[in-house]
């Protein structure tokens, strides 16, 4: 079945690296997705990753997938209090469907 | 602004009442969405609509009717309100073309049923 999980929580000092870590367990995911849900908002769409790739990265944001262990990880580098949120790893099988989210991450910032 | 909107931010209602929801986007898209996410934050999709036909239907309660009437609305009914279908309900639109994969939320509707 399509399951995707998460810690719910996470704390970091500004300036350090968070690592928010995610497990699904459908082999036929083809689209990976972190999304990010401040408080009050709606989702948006932080990045995403082919499942034919290992890495990405955009700017303070690495995407890593072990596609063998089924397992992503976002890492935001030099953090700050404005990345304070929840995200949201999710899986799709094709562009065309349905999106399976996990529980989401509560990033909280330490001074 | 181009973006996803959704009319009422926030609904408080009694239970046995009928409510709808508005969803409108102005990005040109041809998919829109419905998502529930409850008091946890779990989000799951009830419904898909690609050109105004529906394309998911996941096992929702048949008192939630959605209805397209162009593409750019996907309105959300809601018959016979109950304490459980208090939640934020979230609007999004992807475009085709490959690229579904990139799905815009609107800003959600905090539905509260007493």
């Known amino acids: 079945g399509e399951d995707v999980e998460q810690s719910l929580f996470l704390s970091v000092r500004e300036g350090d690296s968070s690592v928010i870590n995610c497990t699904y367990t459908?082999?036929?995911?083809?689209?990976l997705y972190w999304y990010k849900q401040e408080p009050g908002a709606g989702l948006q769409l932080l990045t995403y990753?082919?499942?034919?790739?290992d890495m990405k990265q955009d700017q303070r944001l690495t995407v890593l997938l072990n596609k063998k262990d089924k397992h992503l990880s976002l890492r935001i580098a030099d953090t700050q209090t404005g990345d304070s949120a929840i995200y949201f790893c999710?899986?799709?099988?094709?562009?065309?469907?349905?999106?399976?989210f996990g529980s989401g991450t509560r990033l909280s910032i330490r001074p | 602004d181009t973006a996803v909107s959704q009319t009422p931010k926030y609904l408080v209602t009694q239970m046995g009442n009928d409510k709808s929801i508005k969803c409108e986007q102005n990005?040109?898209?041809?998919?829109m969405y419905w998502y529930k996410q409850d008091s946890k934050k779990f989000l799951k999709i009830m419904f898909s609509?690609?050109?105004?036909?529906?394309?998911i239907n996941e096992t929702v309660p048949n008192r939630f009717s959605p209805k397209s009437p162009d593409k750019a609305h996907l309105n959300l009914h809601i018959n016979s309100l109950e304490l459980g279908d208090s939640a934020v309900y979230f609007c999004?639109?992807?475009?085709?073309?490959?690229?579904?994969?990139?799905?815009?939320f609107g800003p959600g509707t905090r539905l509260t049923v007493t």
């Open positions: 459908d082999s036929s995911s083809t689209y």
């Open positions: 990005l040109g898209h041809d998919t």
């Open positions: 999710a899986e799709s099988m094709s562009s065309a469907s349905k999106i399976i």
């Open positions: 609509y690609n050109n105004k036909e529906l394309i």
């Open positions: 999004a639109s992807s475009p085709e073309g490959g690229r579904g994969y990139e799905q815009y």
């Open positions: 990753i082919f499942s034919n790739m």
